[in-house]
């Protein structure tokens, strides 16, 4: 049985993405990051999907590399997160420097001391030009360090990469997944904002796809 450990946010992607994997019949481990997001209520989501999927799940602590990541709208609660739909500047705002290296590298090490083959993220087709850290070039280049990082080789995998976030709902009704149980909202609290640019994709992508929103927004 192929052995993979795939990064949980605990938000729809990751999540279909988990299903997806667990419905190849693999033996999946899922690695959530405590990085001092100010929307930490996303960490009790992927508990609690990760508890319904009956799956092995970590949370990495890194909150001691929270001050190195200076003025972004994740992880200072001074800096307002963008409202609406996305653009060039206010998703700048919510870039974290080098995050996905940071997760990929984190779960790469459990991983590696699992004999897992693989690392899984959900990065898809509708992620943004403007994170650096979402190109495929990143992804390839960073697939091949894992490789080398280790005797025994582990690799990386992006199963969504042609596909977008209508697309990964669709999917996501196909295995069932429990969509009332992901966390996307940046701004964190007990209910989605329905105001931040990532409520707002949530909101589009399930319109899109003609399935029930099964999200409580605040607006």
């Not at 929270?66 to 870039?95: Q, R």
């Not at 709902?169 to 149980?181: D, Q």
Request: glycine share 8%; aromatic share 6%; proline share 5%.
């Amino acid at each position: 049985m192929k052995r993979t450990v795939i990064i949980h946010s605990g938000g729809m992607d990751s999540t279909v993405l988990l299903a997806h994997l667990l419905a190849e019949g693999r033996e999946v481990h899922a690695l959530s990051v405590d990085y001092g997001q100010r929307h930490r209520r996303e960490l009790v989501a992927a508990a609690e999907i990760c508890a319904h999927y009956k799956v092995p799940h970590r949370i990495a602590d890194l909150r001691g590399l929270t001050p190195l990541f200076g003025a972004n709208a994740l992880t200072d609660s001074h800096i307002n997160v963008p409202e609406g739909h996305y653009e060039e500047a206010s998703m700048k705002a919510t870039v974290v420097p080098n995050r996905n290296m940071l997760l990929i590298a984190t779960a790469a090490a459990w991983a590696m001391s699992l004999k897992a083959t693989s690392v899984a993220y959900g990065a898809h087709g509708g992620d943004h030009a403007i994170y650096p850290d979402c190109r495929p070039a990143f992804a390839d280049a960073l697939d091949k360090a894992i490789r080398l990082a280790d005797w025994h080789e582990v690799s990386l995998e992006r199963p969504f990469v042609g596909m977008d976030k209508t697309a990964i709902v669709k999917r996501g009704v196909e295995l069932g997944v429990p969509f009332a149980l992901t966390w996307s909202c940046y701004v964190g609290g007990d209910k989605h904002c329905g105001k931040c640019g990532t409520c707002v994709e949530r909101k589009e992508a399930f319109l899109r796809a003609g399935v029930q929103d099964p999200t409580p927004y605040v607006r």
